[in-house]
């Protein structure tokens, strides 16, 4: 029969799996021990992390106390390894220590993982069986040879090692931050976490990124992923702690078998964990992200949080082909408001980033106020102006969205008269990839010589698409644009999927997908960010009223000229602004 573990004493209890390997069958024996984390001296255990891929069990082991546990492919996988290697371990195993079914239990023991993990005298990383890919990839990190992925062989071992979907768990990110002995191990090799960790400058670096970009979602999604681990064990390291908006910026690149685990994954490391709500899988989806934006916005009267919010990110998740959890949004599911973040949807754009190398300060004051009514968010801040124009979806990979780009920038900024002949002035290639080249702000003005440069390729593109259509009745074969010109690298990674636009008052902005003509940009006190409102009556946010207005908020933007409280010179007016 199916072994059933006892309940746990009231306190800081977990449960470790003891298991001893038979030493010529190499069959594991397991049994169960209870542990308090309030005797430190008692953590003498590895706790394993790993990804839930597999959870269909396929395998039975025999408890000494009578009964089987059983194991899922990944688990299996890690007891065929640990057998070659010694006779026992001492383990916490979420999936084997945590009473699943009990949901009073899962929830205490989800609070505790914190402490587990920090407790334990090393974590282990199981990134399941191994193969010539993983070995070959483990043996250049543990030589300490330098990772460069234009090697075909090189490329197709790291591609291999991020394809695994160990990365992507948001889990992870506690498990790999909080302890300082973490191990990497995948079939018969294992390293220390560190050599990993070194070799991002390198494996990580901007034209590998690019090169890897769209080739394989699967494969990107674990790079970006790893990159977010490594910064934020760094700043973990740093700090012993890291800040809120980081965190809930990261984990919307991460995936959850629970959805509900991108916040409660995440609050054992942050700097504000009564911001959190503790972890209750009786809690809906919904109300558990709604409960974290109201203590955020109003508790922690952080207006910042706003940027991770809106209807743009949602609906830009939406587009991306593979679900993150098992409860992705779809029809028939509760509608969260405009002001509360769906972690559920991928989003890769980093506001948090962006505005700390940038020092972005668009709302001037250090926090703001809000008040929550049902589904409504209200907050003081103030009309900038509404936007007039909007240009194409930028999709950088390819020659007919670029020349569309370049198309709708020249009728932002030029004259009827003028657009055939004009250049294309410096306010436009900054406010196309928000002024920043990686760490440096403002962006270099070399970067206009390669944005000039790229203009002349679209050009001489153009002419050659224009002769193959004269010389065939066939449509011309698409186009698709190499990365080597750094301006468009810098564009790949900042500002794809979004669109320029123009406010009345002749601003250039950047913002997401789903901006339209009549919408407005705001600025709230406290919040780094412009941010874009579609209006439920146009007419209330005029910039001249004095009354509330009252609209859904679409999501954060750059304005080019205005991001470092410039707009504190305008003397716009303060008023009441309804989220819906």
Not at 34 to 56: F, K, R
Not at 129 to 153: I, Q, W, Y
Not at 556 to 571: N, R
Request: proline share 4%.
């Amino acid at each position: 029969m199916e072994y059933t573990h006892e309940p746990l004493p009231d306190g800081k209890y977990i449960r470790v799996l003891v298991v001893h390997f038979d030493v010529v069958s190499k069959e594991p024996l397991v049994t169960f021990e209870v542990l308090s984390l309030l005797d430190i001296s008692q953590a003498d255990y590895t706790a394993i992390s790993y990804a839930w891929e597999y959870p269909t069990q396929i395998r039975k082991v025999r408890c000494k106390n009578g009964g089987y546990i059983w194991l899922s492919a990944t688990l299996s996988s890690l007891f065929d390894s640990l057998a070659k290697e010694s006779q026992s371990a001492t383990m916490w195993i979420d999936a084997l220590c945590i009473r699943q079914d009990d949901i009073s239990e899962r929830n205490h023991q989800v609070d505790l993982m914190g402490e587990v993990y920090s407790k334990a005298r090393q974590v282990l990383i199981w990134l399941g069986p191994g193969n010539n890919e993983t070995t070959k990839a483990f043996e250049l990190l543990t030589n300490g040879r330098h990772v460069n992925v234009k090697s075909k062989s090189v490329k197709r071992a790291f591609t291999g090692l991020l394809r695994r979907p160990w990365f992507t768990r948001v889990w992870v990110i506690q498990e790999a931050v909080l302890n300082a002995t973490v191990l990497m191990a995948c079939g018969e090799s294992t390293i220390p976490f560190d050599l990993f960790e070194a070799a991002e400058a390198s494996m990580l670096n901007l034209s590998n990124i690019t090169q890897l970009y769209r080739s394989e979602d699967a494969v990107y999604r674990g790079m970006n992923c790893a990159r977010q681990i490594i910064a934020l064990r760094k700043e973990f390291r740093a700090n012993s702690q890291i800040s809120l908006n980081r965190l809930l910026e990261a984990v919307h690149k991460f995936s959850a078998s629970d959805a509900r685990d991108f916040v409660f994954a995440i609050r054992a490391i942050t700097d504000d964990t009564e911001l959190l709500p503790q972890a209750d899988y009786n809690k809906s989806v919904e109300d558990v992200y709604t409960l974290t934006a109201e203590a955020i916005l109003i508790r922690g009267k952080a207006v910042d949080f706003l940027a991770l919010c809106g209807t743009d990110p949602k609906w830009l998740g939406m587009q991306l082909a593979s679900p993150k959890t098992s409860s992705t949004p779809v029809n028939g599911h509760k509608v969260l408001p405009s002001w509360a973040p769906d972690f559920r949807l991928t989003c890769q754009h980093e506001p948090f980033r962006y505005g700390e190398v940038a020092r972005w300060n668009a709302g001037m004051s250090s926090s703001g106020e809000a008040t929550v009514s049902g589904a409504e968010i209200q907050l003081r801040g103030s009309v900038l102006d509404e936007i007039t124009k909007i240009g194409p979806l930028i999709k950088s990979w390819s020659f007919e969205s670029m020349k569309a780009v370049r198309d709708a920038a020249l009728d932002m900024v030029s004259t009827p008269s003028q657009q055939s002949t004009a250049p294309v002035p410096e306010a436009v290639w900054r406010t196309l990839i928000m002024d920043c080249d990686g760490d440096a702000h403002p962006a270099p003005g070399s970067l206009a010589d390669s944005f000039d440069e790229l203009c002349r390729l679209l050009e001489q593109l153009e002419q050659e698409q224009q002769v193959q259509e004269a010389k065939s009745n066939e449509l011309p074969q698409r186009i698709r644009l190499r990365s080597d010109n750094e301006f468009l690298q810098r564009l790949r990674l900042r500002s794809d999927n979004r669109r320029m636009f123009k406010m009345a008052g002749r601003c250039l902005g950047l913002a997401g997908p789903i901006v339209q003509v009549g919408d407005v940009v705001c600025l709230f006190p406290g919040c780094r960010f412009p941010m874009i409102v579609r209006p439920n009556n146009p007419e209330s946010f005029v910039a001249s009223s004095s009354g509330t207005c009252r609209g859904t908020l679409i999501g954060w933007c750059y304005v080019q000229g205005l991001m470092h409280g410039e707009a504190s010179k305008l003397e716009l007016q303060e008023r009441s602004i309804v989220l819906v």
